[in-house]
């Protein structure tokens, strides 16, 4: 199983980009999906995740009403749409998918990351 993360780039404050998250190897249609990221000396902190069944989007308060996770049908590609970015949304952004624990912690699948830097 494989995620592929990608859109990441360099974008001005203010700006927007949307991120997908490819998966090979397993569908996650039943699965929780979900982003992370880590800006430079920090821990990787929880960004956004989509749950299965009833769907429920969940976000870290810093991102609420500027991010939104969505997932295509087939549970292959999910995205994050970042909109009116800020300087501290800089870092490097995983996906990850089928969580086994705390959804806002634990996943068993990783992406390997693609940087967004926003510019001031």
Not at 6 to 20: C, D, F, H, T
Request: hydrophobic share 35%; with cysteine.
């Amino acid at each position: 199983v494989q995620l592929q993360a990608s859109g990441g780039g360099l974008v001005q404050a203010g700006g927007s980009l949307r991120l997908s998250c490819a998966a090979s190897g397993r569908t996650f249609s039943s699965s929780t999906m979900a982003w992370f990221r880590q800006a430079p000396g920090k821990e990787r902190e929880f960004v956004a995740a989509s749950t299965w069944g009833v769907s429920s989007t969940f976000y870290a308060d810093s991102v609420k009403g500027r991010f939104a996770i969505s997932r295509d049908n087939a549970g292959s590609t999910w995205y994050l749409q970042m909109n009116t970015l800020k300087s501290e949304d800089t870092g490097v952004y995983y996906c990850a998918g089928h969580s086994n624990g705390d959804i806002r912690r634990d996943y068993i699948y990783w992406g390997q990351g693609t940087q967004v830097t926003v510019s001031s």
